[in-house]
Structures are given as C-alpha cells and as structure tokens.
C-alpha cells in the first residue's frame, strides 16, 4: 500500500500562495486517483482537488480558478498549487488516494483508503 508524506504548509497572508507537495512511498501511477482534501477546525474534511490517472482533474466549487493541483509521476510526487489564498481556505489538508474509483466519488470522500499525516495552512488577514 502506498504511503504518503505532505509538506509545504504555513502560515500566508490573504491573497499569498502556497505550494503542497505529497510524496508517495510507491508508485503513484498505482492509483486511480490522489487528491486533497482540508480540515477546519469545527468543519467535515472536504474534498479539494483530485486528479486521475489520466491527468484529468477536478476541483470544489471554494477553490476553482484558484487552486491547481498536478502531480510528477517520475517522483512519485503530488502537487497543489495554492493562489489567491483566503482565511477560510486555513485548515489541515490531507494526501489522499485511492483505485478502483472516479473523480467524482473520490472528491466527494467516498471510500478513501489511503491518507497522508496532513500539513497545516492557515491563512491570516
């Protein structure tokens, strides 16, 4: 089973950027699909960006246009490219992954198996 490490979390000012980076212990090209999700404090983890096989990607409402996530399969590798960043975007985001899935069960949660430890991003005004 793969694992999966984050960094790249801190703390921004409204309107800064963020990169996140997850690498996977194995081969990420053994996943259908990795993704991000976050966590606020007093919320339900959401899902925020996913990515498949295929390099097709989709992404919440909250952080379309703004948020771009990709991944190097070479260094086994995901990204999540943060811009324009707003406090409600603060919270722990989490490395997931999962097969034997679609974009959209897996942004939406469903039956993830596999997560990372979280990084932190908290965004001040």
């Known amino acids: 089973q793969v694992q999966l490490v984050e960094s790249g979390g801190g703390s921004v000012q409204v309107g800064g950027s963020l990169t996140l980076s997850c690498v996977a212990s194995?081969?990420?090209?053994?996943?259908?699909?990795m993704g991000w999700f976050r966590e606020a404090p007093g919320k339900e983890r959401e899902g925020v960006a996913v990515?498949?096989?295929?390099?097709?990607?989709s992404y919440a409402d909250s952080v379309e246009g703004r948020f771009t996530i990709s991944k190097d399969n070479a260094k086994n590798t995901l990204y999540l490219h943060m811009n324009n960043l707003e406090p409600e975007d603060s919270g722990m985001y989490y490395c997931?992954?999962?097969?034997?899935?679609?974009?959209?069960?897996?942004?939406?949660?469903?039956?993830?198996?596999?997560w990372g430890q979280g990084t932190q991003v908290t965004v001040s005004s």
């Open positions: 990515i498949d096989r295929d390099g097709a990607t």
């Open positions: 997931a992954a999962d097969s034997g899935t679609t974009r959209w069960i897996f942004l939406h949660g469903a039956g993830v198996s596999t």
């Open positions: 194995g081969s990420i090209l053994s996943s259908d699909c």
